[in-house]
């Protein structure tokens, strides 16, 4: 009996580490469905890991952002664009109770790893926030974080437009 409740503790906490989470915001008041195009805005990447950390991949997270908009009947353009998709790219690196997140990562680092993407939709003439999406994705290393990015934003992007909030 004791073993087996070892072996659900185990599971329970792979389970953890591999919950990916999803986060949408939004402004509530803002009419989603007047905005027709769109352009790439800032491509920030803080990531410690070179796996994420290169042009490569944030071309191809770029990519899939833009394949989602278009099937969702908006048009890419770069003059006067409704909107921004802005891109942000970070990691967490879990190696344990100490962790000191001011600590940078060596090449020779392995353990979990959360990979984060964030999604900001900003008004182009204001520079207003009206849409937000946060993915967090909990692999083994960042390789897998990695391959895993550009469908990550493909599934943030799956909840735009936000439906409205009954009051």
């Given at each position: 009996?004791?073993?087996l409740?070892i072996?659900?503790?185990?599971?329970?906490?792979?389970t953890?580490?591999?919950?990916?989470?999803?986060?949408?915001?939004?402004d509530?008041?803002?009419?989603?469905?007047?905005?027709?195009?769109?352009?790439?805005?800032?491509?920030?990447n803080q990531?410690?890991?070179p796996?994420?950390?290169?042009?490569?991949?944030g071309?191809?997270?770029?990519?899939?952002?833009?394949?989602?908009?278009?099937?969702?009947?908006l048009r890419?353009?770069?003059d006067?664009?409704?909107?921004l998709?802005n891109v942000h790219?970070?990691?967490l690196?879990y190696?344990?109770?100490?962790r000191?997140?001011?600590?940078?990562?060596?090449?020779?680092?392995?353990?979990?790893?959360?990979?984060i993407?964030?999604l900001?939709?900003?008004?182009r003439?204001?520079?207003?926030?009206?849409?937000?999406?946060?993915?967090?994705?909990?692999e083994?290393?960042?390789?897998?974080v990695a391959?895993?990015?550009?469908?990550?934003?493909?599934?943030?992007?799956?909840?735009?437009?936000?439906?409205?909030?009954?009051?």
């Amino acid at each position: 009996m004791r073993h087996l409740a070892i072996l659900f503790g185990v599971l329970l906490s792979a389970t953890v580490l591999t919950a990916d989470q999803r986060t949408i915001n939004f402004d509530a008041d803002e009419d989603f469905s007047r905005i027709k195009t769109f352009a790439i805005g800032e491509m920030k990447n803080q990531s410690s890991l070179p796996e994420l950390n290169n042009p490569l991949l944030g071309q191809t997270v770029a990519d899939a952002i833009r394949a989602q908009l278009k099937a969702k009947n908006l048009r890419e353009t770069s003059d006067k664009p409704d909107v921004l998709m802005n891109v942000h790219i970070d990691d967490l690196y879990y190696d344990g109770p100490a962790r000191d997140p001011r600590r940078p990562i060596s090449a020779g680092s392995k353990g979990p790893v959360q990979g984060i993407l964030v999604l900001d939709m900003v008004k182009r003439e204001s520079m207003t926030l009206i849409w937000q999406g946060t993915y967090r994705d909990d692999e083994d290393n960042g390789s897998n974080v990695a391959r895993n990015l550009p469908s990550d934003a493909a599934k943030v992007l799956s909840q735009y437009p936000p439906k409205k909030r009954k009051p």
